[in-house]
T-cell receptor, first 111, second 118 residues
Framework: RKEVEQDPGPFNVPEGATVAFNCTYS??????FFWYRQDCRKEPKLLMS???SGNEDGRFTAQLNRASQYISLLIRDSKLSDSATYLC????????????FGAGTRLFVKA | GAGVSQSPSNKVTEKGKDVELRCDPI?????LYWYRQSLGQGLEFLIY????????KSGLPSDRFSAERTGGSVSTLTIQRTQQEDSAVYLC????????????????FGNGTRLTVT
């Protein structure tokens, strides 16, 4: 089993749609969680951190469920510019520190 | 300030040659990571440096791969006797924080080095 698993993609949605990405992680000792965005042939960039209380940044909402070891990202009112790969990222500290990236979920938003 | 800088941006080499990839992290960042990304794939963790601690080398795929970080700043990833399967984008990232705090810090990536082994 992979340490961080994400929904298989790609997701194809029309502009204005709401889309949700899910992510599960296997290491219960994981300490912090993030969503990154990666555009084609570019480096990943931080989208937002994920907190247990849930957090929102404009059209983006991230949630964490530690009991279920589950992370989600919700994008409301999708824009064409949201088309990218979304990476779930987990930081842990078991037997040495490691930042693990999920394989990513590709999103295509179409007009 | 300046972001993470990697060089070269592109490298084409013949199978069997050695290559060195360089990463200049953001000034003051104590944590430095190397990842590899093959076309259409996710990021593969290679190695992690944190301050003066021994690096976490658990992701290095073979003994042909090595990395060092001099003076807690610049890092070099070396691949000896390159193989075609080494072709990928090699990404370096740094983050602030010291010791146990670093895991709460997001990563800042460089633009990567695209390595092609012919």
């Amino acid at each position: 089993r992979k340490e961080v698993e994400q929904d298989p993609g790609p997701f194809n949605v029309p502009e204005g749609a709401t889309v949700a990405f899910n992510c599960t992680y296997s290491n219960s000792a994981s300490q912090s969680f993030f969503w990154y965005r990666q555009d084609c042939r570019k480096e990943p960039k931080l989208l937002m951190s994920v907190y247990s209380s849930g957090n929102e940044d404009g059209r983006f909402t991230a949630q964490l469920n530690r009991a279920s070891q589950y992370i989600s990202l919700l994008i409301r009112d999708s824009k064409l510019s949201d088309s990218a790969t979304y990476l779930c990222v987990v930081n842990g500290r078991t037997g040495g520190f490691k930042t693990i990236f999920g394989a990513g979920t590709r999103l295509f938003v179409k007009a | 300030g300046a972001g993470v800088s990697q060089s070269p941006s592109n490298k084409v080499t013949e199978k069997g040659k050695d290559v060195e990839l360089r990463c200049d992290p953001i000034s003051g960042h104590t944590a430095l990571y190397w990842y590899r990304q093959s076309l259409g794939q996710g990021l593969e963790f290679l190695i992690y440096f944190q301050g003066n601690s021994a690096p976490d080398k658990s992701g290095l795929p073979s003994d042909r791969f090595s990395a060092e970080r001099t003076g807690g700043s610049v890092s070099t990833l070396t691949i000896q006797r390159t193989q075609q399967e080494d072709s990928a984008v090699y990404l370096c990232a740094s983050s602030p924080g010291q010791g146990h705090v670093s895991y709460n810090s997001p990563l800042h990536f460089g633009n990567g080095t695209r390595l092609t082994v012919t």
